[in-house]
């Protein structure tokens, strides 16, 4: 059976708060190897916990201490959109470079930028990950594995925090850029995408109510945002796309697009799904950072 650790206390906190319903905790708890009792018992303690902090209104905790009989809602209170941390401004100077914002959406919250890399900077990452890629994976949410699938058809190579001058310079830019603490930050990841490669529509936050996300939030707490550099020009296809808001972008090589998807109060926003549509011509090569809430180490 599982330990009941600080991310299991983690999950437990976060679930109760937001209106998940008791059952649905307890079998997500089950399916991930504990002991129905002790599920159960955790439960209860968390629930009991969230109703004394006064968040108990509209969620499980109400409906378990018999204050209301509404259906289970699992999302009690709409995303609220605070004031994102990237400077305003049509030019934002990050660390070493200035960065050009060609375009800014409220809901959700996102920018579309240029020039965050110089064209030589992109052949640089390119150059030196070309021979070292491995077929990407996808986080499974019932267990935390990463797994190959189908929806995800890309190859890719991650590189540690810092591990040498260049790379160091590229994060430092980028935590300027997304004005979030560098040490927040998991290493960059490259990928490369072939003709018809593609990667469907995901949230890249971790599903908050899936037993598998805790292994993830026990380094750093949830995913906060997200930049994705295009280090290559795509000649058709290879947008990034926002299916529930309706935009895409293209890839532009040195451009960006920066996304926020949890606010001050740790809502999630359901409006940031995305995901990388089929290229149709050319290849397609990207640089990701995820910026997590607390120090990623
Ligand atoms: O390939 C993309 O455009 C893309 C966009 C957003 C990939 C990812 N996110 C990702 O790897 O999560
Ligand atoms: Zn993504």
């Not at 109760?16 to 009792?37: E, K, L, P």
């Not at 296809?237 to 926020?260: D, H, M, N, W």
């Not at 998807?261 to 990701?288: C, F, S």
Request: charged share 20%.
């Amino acid at each position: 059976m599982p330990l009941v650790d600080a991310a299991w206390q983690e999950w437990l906190g976060t679930n109760a708060a937001r209106g998940c319903t008791m059952d649905s905790m307890i079998d997500a708890m089950v399916q991930a190897g504990f002991a129905a009792d002790v599920a159960q018992q955790m439960v209860r303690n968390a629930i009991g916990l969230s109703l004394a902090s006064g968040a108990a209104s509209g969620t499980a905790a109400a409906r378990a201490n018999g204050t209301e009989a509404a259906p289970p809602q699992k999302t009690p209170h709409p995303y609220r959109y605070d004031d994102a941390p990237v400077a305003r401004g049509n030019t934002i100077r990050a660390y070493d470079r200035d960065v050009q914002v060609l375009m800014r959406c409220e809901r959700p919250q996102l920018m579309v930028l240029a020039n965050v890399l110089s064209a030589d900077e992109c052949a640089e990452m390119i150059g030196r990950s070309r021979h070292r890629l491995k077929r990407s994976t996808t986080v499974n949410p019932a267990t935390g594995q990463e797994d190959v699938i189908r929806n995800r058809t890309s190859e890719g190579i991650w590189y540690q925090r810092g591990e040498d001058a260049f790379i160091e310079r590229m994060d430092r830019r980028i935590a300027s850029l997304m004005n979030w603490p560098a040490e927040n930050g998991e290493g960059l990841q490259i990928l490369r995408y072939g003709p018809t490669g593609e990667y469907r529509p995901h949230f890249d936050y971790f599903a908050p109510d899936q037993p598998g996300s805790a292994v993830h939030t026990a380094r750093g707490g949830q995913r906060v945002a997200t930049l994705v550099v295009y280090l290559n020009d795509v000649p058709d296809g290879g947008e990034t796309i926002f299916p529930e808001a309706g935009l895409s972008v293209a890839a532009k090589q040195g451009g960006a697009v920066y996304f926020r998807y949890m606010n001050g109060q740790r809502q999630l926003d359901p409006l940031t799904l995305h995901g990388g549509a089929p290229v149709v011509a050319g290849e397609k090569w990207i640089m990701t950072k995820w910026m997590r809430e607390r120090a990623y180490v």
